[in-house]
């Protein structure tokens, strides 16, 4: 009798075949994306992040977990993860880094641009040298991120760029004071919604994701000392409790895959309800 049980997943939620790009991809929401993307049949995966060390040594330890999953969706010796120090604040960097990924993969299918920083600051005591900084990376680094990789999508007909956002584009977060940051998210999910339109006609899909309140290690270790803050952030979130970096993984996967061919554009919130209210 022929087996007719339904495949586990969709197939075009796969991201067999497909070269990835995630900038920030050495700690935090990055790595959580390039974790998402191995578990989903992701074989070739270039991450950027600012210090070479840390980024060669996170991409050995993804490939070590590619090995280790490759039972589920791919042979182990197919898993190619390169780690490419890069400041995503500099132009010229960021085009090394591309032109690199090029030569080893050939091509380039999605991009991540993931890396940011954040500063917590009264807007009159902000100091200019960390606003300029804050600017530099947040905005400037993903743009240069979604250029270099609209560059190589184009000619080979098309791919899928994420721009990471934040709820902050939406809100204006409590009691932490960070204007800059929020005006930053801000410029990332409209720079996604203008270059989805620029782009539209070349099969170069841009969208935003915009995470809410995450338990990566840096906010972590923030609320281990700060019980108040921890409680007023839950309390804010109608869900009740803060997200976990893989509740991100679906909405990540998603906007990578051809499950979202015809979705550009648009903005995916993962926040536990925090921007309805």
Not at 10 to 29: E, I, M, R, W, Y
Not at 45 to 51: E, R, S, T, V
């Amino acid at each position: 009798m022929t087996d007719r049980s339904p495949p586990i997943t969709l197939p075009t939620f796969s991201l067999q075949g497909k070269v990835c790009v995630v900038t920030g991809g050495a700690k935090g929401l990055g790595f959580e994306f390039c974790r998402a993307f191995i578990q989903s049949g992701c074989t070739s995966l270039a991450i950027l992040d600012l210090i070479p060390t840390e980024t060669e040594a996170a991409a050995e330890e993804l490939t070590k977990y590619g090995i280790a999953s490759a039972k589920y969706n791919h042979r182990a010796e197919d898993v190619k993860v390169h780690g490419i120090g890069c400041d995503v604040s500099s132009e010229t960097a960021v085009q090394e880094a591309f032109d690199k990924i090029m030569k080893a993969y050939g091509r380039i299918d999605v991009v991540v641009a993931s890396a940011g920083i954040v500063h917590n600051y009264p807007a009159l005591d902000y100091p200019t040298e960390r606003m300029k900084q804050l600017y530099d990376v947040n905005v400037h680094g993903v743009f240069y991120t979604a250029r270099e990789g609209a560059k190589y999508m184009i000619p080979q007909g098309g791919g899928s760029i994420i721009l990471i956002s934040s709820m902050s584009a939406n809100i204006v977060n409590q009691p932490q004071l960070q204007t800059p940051y929020n005006a930053s998210k801000a410029a990332v999910k409209h720079m996604a919604a203008s270059l989805a339109v620029e782009w539209a006609k070349q099969n170069v899909r841009v969208n935003s994701l915009s995470p809410g309140y995450m338990l990566t290690k840096l906010t972590q270790d923030i609320l281990a000392k700060n019980q108040e803050l921890k409680n007023t952030w839950e309390g804010l979130t109608p869900m009740g409790r803060l997200g976990k970096p893989e509740d991100l993984s679906g909405a990540i996967v998603f906007l990578a895959s051809d499950a979202s061919s015809f979705v550009t554009g648009t903005e995916i919130r993962v926040d536990g309800g925090y921007c309805v209210i």
